[in-house]
């Protein structure tokens, strides 16, 4: 069992930068491959990053390359996004998740091939 907990969603000027953490608690997170979703309102939920167990490989999607950058710590447990050049379309909850299946490998883009999620922190971009 992994428990995840986010953190460091706001309100945000279009333009601007937030850091998001992502912190896990259980068993052996460095087993795990972890990600980054959102869900704006009336949406699907979104793929936006990933990063293998090891921290080795990492996979964006299109809408946010360039802008955005996943990291780990695998001795604090915790994943982090960066994101910059921030847009009124970044606008969403962001979840942190966790992986098993194919975990030293990046670009697992359906939710459903997610072991565990947090609750996930709202961003907020205003124009």
């Known amino acids: 069992q992994v428990q995840l907990v986010e953190s460091g969603g706001g309100l945000v000027q279009a333009g601007g930068s937030l850091r998001l953490s992502c912190a896990a608690s259980?068993?052996?997170?460095?087993?795990?491959?972890m990600a980054w979703f959102r869900q704006a309102p009336g949406k699907e939920r979104e793929f936006v990053a990933d990063i293998s167990a090891r921290g080795v490989d990492s996979y964006y999607a299109d809408t946010v390359k360039g802008r955005v950058t996943i990291s780990r710590d695998n001795a604090k447990n915790t994943v982090d996004l960066r994101m910059n050049s921030l847009k009124v379309e970044d606008t969403a909850v962001y979840y942190c998740?966790?992986?098993?299946?194919?975990?030293?490998?990046?670009?697992?883009?359906?939710?459903?091939?997610?072991?565990?999620w947090g609750q996930g922190t709202q961003v907020t971009v205003s124009s």
């Open positions: 259980g068993r052996a997170f460095s087993a795990y491959a």
């Open positions: 998740a966790a992986r098993s299946l194919s975990s030293a490998f990046t670009g697992y883009k359906q939710p459903t091939r997610y072991d565990y």
